[in-house]
């Protein structure tokens, strides 16, 4: 059974900053590269955040946090990072790591694989 676990989340100050890692027990069965990260906040709906593809690497980022986050991979580790930089209260939500989009765009909701969610709560 596939699982994606994260961690790092937390309570941080505005302008501060948080790494997320998600492990992946086995991607043997994926049937897409894409790796994913979405968040969401109280009474909104899950919307993405970044992306990026196993094999080669590439990297999407929504405009929202693009010039703030990074995603990156550990193939040797089998995990998924988040870094967050300059964050805003705004931010606050809980964040999903999402494994195999399938045939859909990496940045729908669509993944077959979900983590449990870790709670990133920034203080202003």
């Known amino acids: 059974q596939v699982q994606l676990v994260e961690s790092g989340g937390g309570l941080v100050q505005a302008g501060g900053s948080l790494r997320l890692s998600c492990v992946v027990s086995?991607?043997?069965?994926?049937?897409?590269?894409?790796m994913g990260w979405f968040r969401q906040a109280p009474g909104k709906e899950r919307e993405f955040v970044a992306a990026?593809?196993?094999?080669?690497?590439?990297?999407y980022l929504a405009g929202s946090v693009k010039r703030r986050f990074a995603i990156s991979r550990d193939k040797a580790k089998n995990t998924v990072y988040l870094q967050m930089n300059s964050l805003e209260p705004e931010d606050t939500a809980v964040y999903y790591c999402?494994?195999?989009?399938?045939?859909?765009?990496?940045?729908?909701?669509?993944?077959?694989?979900w983590g449990q969610g870790t709670q990133v709560t920034v203080s202003s």
């Open positions: 990026i593809a196993w094999g080669g690497g590439a990297t």
């Open positions: 086995d991607r043997t069965t994926f049937r897409s590269d894409a």
């Open positions: 999402a494994g195999d989009p399938g045939p859909g765009p990496y940045y729908g909701t669509q993944y077959t694989y």
